[in-house]
């Protein structure tokens, strides 16, 4: 796979991290993807088949969140990874969580960022 879809900037209002500052809040976080797919089965022709939609992959992401607490960034990183390759079996994603620690005003952000297929999640 050779092309790439990007959604940057996505903002999702999650419950996430372990410290005392965090445990009773939802804070928001900045989710950056990359997803690797092919244009060949359609886009390159102006045609649906085969399309990687980020209208539906972001719909589909802010559902999931909604409600869920998350020790781990990290955690939160892999759980959206795993949404996108479910929606989007054939594709590679590249998912990146930034987050501004409360309590910690020395450090601008936070981030991770993990790489998933659906051949990560084949035991589940």
Do not use: N, W
Request: proline share 4%; aromatic share 8%; with cysteine.
């Amino acid at each position: 796979m050779q092309d790439t879809v990007y959604c940057h900037g996505l903002q999702l209002t999650v419950g996430v991290g372990f410290h005392a500052a965090e445990l009773d809040i939802h804070q928001t976080v900045v989710v950056d993807l990359a997803i690797a797919c092919d244009f060949t089965r359609g886009p390159a022709r102006d045609e649906f088949t085969g399309l990687v939609d980020y209208f539906v992959v972001v719909q589909q992401l802010e559902r999931h969140v909604q409600g869920r607490r998350y020790a781990l960034i990290e955690a939160l990183a892999v759980d959206l990874a795993r949404q996108v390759v479910r929606l989007y079996p054939r594709v590679q994603v590249r998912v990146k969580v930034t987050k501004r620690p409360p309590g910690m005003p020395q450090v601008a952000a936070v981030a991770v960022e993990c790489v998933r297929s659906a051949e990560d999640f084949a035991g589940e």
